[in-house]
């Protein structure tokens, strides 16, 4: 976009640009660019409104949980592009407050498993049609509608599906019917920024779930470190973990299979193996 263009974009919206826009990392899924204006740095983002329309919706729900994390305001949604505060980056670890702010998010409970519209973690679309059980929420909403995607685009074969399967229909077996809390729903350690006020969180895909898919998903490519969970437990961690570790990391990696391909097909297997499925 021009520099013309995005004077007329965001003039009506209050905001005056100096110079031309900085393209971010990550921009695969939706076009990200960091902007000075005359009102401060902003995020603007370009996407298909309905996404952006959710996304703005997760961001809003991350900021009323009151956690202590940060997460960045809303400044403005407009059709394509949704504007957001700017956050500076690159301030030191502190997983311990991630890991407190993170139990404070999770401590606000839901009326049900899942959330009142679909929306999609990273480009995939997710399904979050409300059920009063996890354990069947997980099973059809994750995991076999998950699977099948997989399947129908030839990369997962019967005998996987048959496993997956399997273990999906185990859950009532391993899962307590417990109370759904929020959730931020793709918690990879990319979408965990260290600002000069704290840890932050963007790119939601929010729901009300279990809240260990937060967990798994954060420690499925790296450990935010043991003060983390020292501080998210406040305690003990249930003496099943390793094994709901494993399970809700099944979820994002069927999805990292359904986005990149055959490279993720060894770990999809090496956690049916380790889940007994």
């Given at each position: ?9 965001l ?23 960091r ?5 401060g ?5 370009r996407?298909d409104?309905?996404a ?8 809003q ?5 009151d ?9 403005a ?12 980056s690159g301030?030191?670890?502190r ?17 049900y ?10 480009p ?15 099973r059809e ?21 048959e496993?997956?399967a ?5 859950l009532?077996e ?23 006020d704290?840890?932050a969180?963007?790119?939601?895909a929010v ?11 954060l ?8 003060a ?5 437990w ?7 973990w ?6 809700f990391?099944l ?9 990149f391909?055959?490279g ?5 297997t090496?956690?049916?193996d380790?889940?007994?499925?």
């Amino acid at each position: 976009m021009k520099e013309s263009d995005w004077q007329s974009r965001l003039a009506p919206l209050g905001l005056e640009p100096v110079g031309d826009p900085q393209a971010l990392a990550g921009g695969d899924i939706a076009a990200v660019s960091r902007l000075e204006t005359r009102q401060g740095a902003v995020i603007v983002k370009r996407d298909d409104p309905e996404a952006l329309r959710l996304e703005a919706e997760g961001l809003q729900a991350l900021r009323d949980a009151d956690s202590g994390l940060v997460v960045p305001a809303v400044i403005a949604l407009d059709d394509d592009l949704l504007v957001m505060e700017a956050l500076d980056s690159g301030a030191p670890r502190r997983p311990a407050r991630l890991g407190e702010g993170l139990r404070r998010l999770h401590a606000v409970a839901g009326p049900y498993h899942g959330w009142p519209r679909d929306n999609r973690c990273g480009p995939t679309p997710q399904r979050n049609t409300p059920d009063s059980d996890g354990r069947a929420f997980q099973r059809e909403r994750r995991l076999l509608a998950l699977g099948e995607a997989c399947r129908q685009r030839g990369l997962l074969d019967a005998a996987a599906g048959e496993r997956l399967a399997m273990i999906a229909a185990r859950l009532e077996e391993w899962l307590p019917d417990a109370e759904p809390q929020l959730v931020h729903g793709d918690l990879w350690s990319g979408n965990v920024l260290y600002t000069p006020d704290g840890p932050a969180l963007i790119d939601p895909a929010v729901y009300y779930h279990y809240p260990e898919v937060d967990l798994a998903m954060l420690t499925l490519f790296g450990r935010p470190g043991e003060a983390f969970f020292e501080a998210y437990w406040d305690g003990e961690p249930p003496a099943d973990w390793p094994r709901r570790e494993r399970l809700f990391q099944l979820y994002p990696l069927l999805n990292h299979l359904y986005l990149f391909g055959g490279g993720y097909r060894a770990a999809v297997t090496a956690t049916l193996d380790a889940l007994g499925g």
